[in-house]
Structures are given as structure tokens and as C-alpha cells.
């Protein structure tokens, strides 16, 4: 089982990243696709996710209306479209499956499968 994150690095205050998370060897059918991120001295927050069976998603108030989540059926890769960029938004962002459903607003404990993650840098 695998799940692997790209696409972090520096932006300036207002640019745009897509990262990427990319699972394999288990049935994305039965789980929803979740992205955190953890800030230095923050606990870990769910900003998003998406239900892989219906495509349903849903966000953390605060990245409403600047992330957004899609998914790629055939490469079994969830993407986070993040715009308007804001310093706050710095953290190492994680994907993480979960068989329960969405984790929006949690930390994530009791998560099935986690990436390693990729830090995303927001700085002039």
C-alpha cells in the first residue's frame, strides 16, 4: 500500500499549487481520500477530501472557495488545487485513505493509510 504525495514548494503569498497524491495497492472504491496538513508547532488538520465512490468532497471553512479536489479514475490520483495562497497556508500537507469516510476539521487518528507528505512553502 502506497500513497504518495508531490507538487509542494515555494509560492508567493496569492500564487497557486496543485499537489498531487497518487495510492496504490488497495480498492480506492471503498475509501475517501483525505489531505492534511500540519504548520510548525500546529497540530495536524484535515483541509479536504474526497469520497472516491461518488466523487463527493468537502473543505475545511477556512480553504472554501481556494482548494479544490478532483480525482483521476484511471491513475488513482486525488489532486489539491490550492489558490490565493496565504503565509498561514504553510505546512507539510498529507494524504491520507480513509475507510470510514471524510476527516475534515480532524487530526486524522485512526486513518488507514498515510503519504509521507510534501512541504508547501508560502513566503515573499
Known amino acids: 500500500v502506497q500513497l504518495v504525495e508531490s507538487g509542494g514548494g515555494l509560492v508567493q503569498p496569492g500564487g497557486s499549487l496543485r499537489l498531487s497524491c497518487v495510492a496504490s495497492?488497495?480498492?480506492?472504491?471503498?475509501?475517501?481520500i483525505n489531505w492534511f496538513r500540519q504548520a510548525p508547532g500546529k497540530e495536524r488538520e484535515g483541509v479536504g477530501c474526497?469520497?472516491?465512490?461518488?466523487?463527493?468532497?468537502d473543505y475545511l471553512d477556512s480553504v472554501k472557495g481556494r482548494f479544490t479536489i478532483s480525482k483521476d479514475n484511471a491513475n488513482n490520483t486525488v489532486y489539491l488545487q490550492m489558490n490565493s495562497l496565504k503565509p498561514e497556508d504553510t505546512a507539510i500537507y498529507y494524504c491520507?485513505?480513509?475507510?470510514?469516510?471524510?476527516?475534515?476539521?480532524?487530526?486524522?487518528?485512526?486513518?488507514?493509510?498515510w503519504g509521507r507528505g510534501t512541504l508547501v512553502t508560502v513566503s515573499s
Open positions: 474526497i469520497v472516491w465512490r461518488d466523487g463527493s468532497t
Open positions: 491520507g485513505a480513509d475507510f470510514r469516510g471524510c476527516g475534515v476539521g480532524t487530526q486524522g487518528r485512526g486513518m488507514n493509510y
Open positions: 495497492g488497495f480498492t480506492l472504491r471503498y475509501y475517501a
